[in-house]
């Protein structure tokens, strides 16, 4: 027999929970390992790259992540992550996120960055990277803050993405009725 772990609902927007300030994991928050397991479960299956502990509801700055680079699994925990250092150069790629599914643009952001982090021990790290981690770094870190990749965009595409994710959520719930 497999115990499988308990997925977790994703938020969508406008959801006003994605819009708000998560607040600091405390250090003897038991929860945390249990969430981030769950966390973990529900990027997977999505599937996802990273997910931020607000999109699932639960207002505290707790992050994971895994790339799938070279297809071999690289969980990370991140909690209370903060980037301590950016680069002035400038990097330009596609994002998506799980809380506007189907909804993508090209954002522009430090190409490199440097995030400070505790794990699950609660033992202070930091981790340094350019590319697909610094946008997905940055991406997750966003939405402790209530920033979501659509903010970095011009109003213009935002409201034209905005109001085409309406459209396909109010189908979806239409055809599920
Ligand atoms: O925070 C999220 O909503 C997760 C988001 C993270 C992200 C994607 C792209 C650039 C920056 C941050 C996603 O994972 S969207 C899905 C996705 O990108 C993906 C899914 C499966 C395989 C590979 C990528
Ligand atoms: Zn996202």
Known sequence: MTLQTELLPILFVPDP???????PVA???QRIADLSA???AT????????????????M?????LDLHENDVPAPMVLVNPQVIASTDELAAREEGCLSLPGQFAEVTRPARVKVRYQDLTGARKEIE??????ACLQHEIDH???VLFVDHISPLKRNMLLRKLAKELKLKAQEKA
Not at 46 to 55: C, D, S, T
Not at 60 to 64: E, F, H, N, S, Y
Not at 129 to 134: F, N, Q, Y
Request: aromatic share 2%; no cysteine; charged share 30%.
């Open 17 to 23: 929970r994605l819009r708000a300030k998560a607040r």
């Open 27 to 29: 250090p003897d928050d």
């Open 38 to 40: 769950r966390m973990l």
């Open 43 to 58: 990027m997977y299956k999505a599937p996802g790259i990273g997910l931020a502990a607000p999109q699932v509801g639960e």
């Open 60 to 64: 505290l700055r707790l992050v994971v």
């Open 129 to 134: 990277g350019d590319g697909l981690l610094a």
């Open 144 to 146: 402790l803050d209530g």
